[in-house]
T-cell receptor, first 120, second 118 residues
Framework: DTEVTQTPKHLVMGMTNKKSLKCEQH?????MYWYKQKAKKPPELMFV???????INESVPSRFSPECPNSSLLNLHLHALQPEDSALYLC???????????????????FGEGSWLTVV | AQKITQTQPGMFVQEKEAVTLDCTYD???????LFWYKQPSSGEMIFLIY??????QNATEGRYSLNFQKARKSANLVISASQLGDSAMYFC???????????????FGTGTRLTIIP
């Protein structure tokens, strides 16, 4: 079973709605991530949080707003989305944002079950 | 820049047979890690196995093993005695290096869809 939990599993929202995706990890990891995955494509990085601070924003539109309330929680606030934003949103975590020496299995990034988002 | 190449878009394998999923990579960094993930149709991205660039032995995790050929920049996943539950999309990925900013991000290949036939 995954130790990164995401809610909701499925979300349908209108283009004028405001909703949030939630993610929680209890592995003591210091880095958390949001990825977006379209059908038949690999995941694409959106945001990275390190020690609860936003470290990387991959030029994501402002209608996606991340938040890290504490070291275990990561939210993605959604507002005024477009139908093309429909996708699988994956949360992930790792011990640290950086890549430590190759012999350290702490480099592994663990993903959650994902939230399937449909914008209508 | 790092790059991962998976040349098999889809594979069909008979149940109980072994299967090899191909992965080649490109990086100028001597320090990196290679990962394999499994993604069933439910969407969850499941970590399978990790290989560090300085590891002398191939990584193994239960029925999964990683055939690491560093000189050829190859990191193939081998699944022994395949099961119906192995049907999924499989992604090869890498991250690493301190010499190139941005290489700490996880770079994915395009994936291989594996279907196990009863």
């Amino acid at each position: 079973d995954t130790e990164v939990t995401q809610t909701p599993k499925h979300l349908v929202m209108g283009m004028t709605n405001k909703k949030s995706l939630k993610c929680e990890q209890h592995m003591g990891h210091r880095a958390m991530y949001w990825y977006k995955q379209k059908a038949k494509k690999p995941p694409e990085l959106m945001f990275v949080y390190s020690y609860e601070k936003l470290s990387i924003n991959e030029s994501v539109p402002s209608r996606f707003s991340p938040e890290c309330p504490n070291s275990s929680l990561l939210n993605l606030h959604l507002h005024a989305l477009q139908p093309e934003d429909s996708a699988l949103y994956l949360c992930a975590s790792s011990q640290d944002e950086g890549f430590v020496n190759p012999g350290d299995s702490g480099n592994t990034i663990y993903f959650g079950e994902g939230s399937w988002l449909t914008v209508v | 820049a790092q790059k991962i190449t998976q040349t098999q878009p889809g594979m069909f394998v008979q149940e109980k047979e072994a299967v090899t999923l191909d992965c080649t990579y490109d990086t100028s960094d001597p320090s990196y890690g290679l990962f394999w993930y499994k993604q069933p149709s439910s969407g969850e991205m499941i970590f399978l196995i990790y290989q560090g660039s300085y590891d002398q032995q191939n990584a193994t995790e239960g029925r999964y093993s990683l055939n690491f050929q560093k000189a050829r920049k190859s990191a193939n996943l081998v699944i022994s005695a395949s099961q119906l539950g192995d049907s999924a999309m499989y992604f090869c990925a890498m991250r690493g290096g301190v010499s190139n900013f941005g290489n700490e991000k996880l770079t994915f290949g395009t994936g291989t869809r594996l279907t196990i036939i009863p």
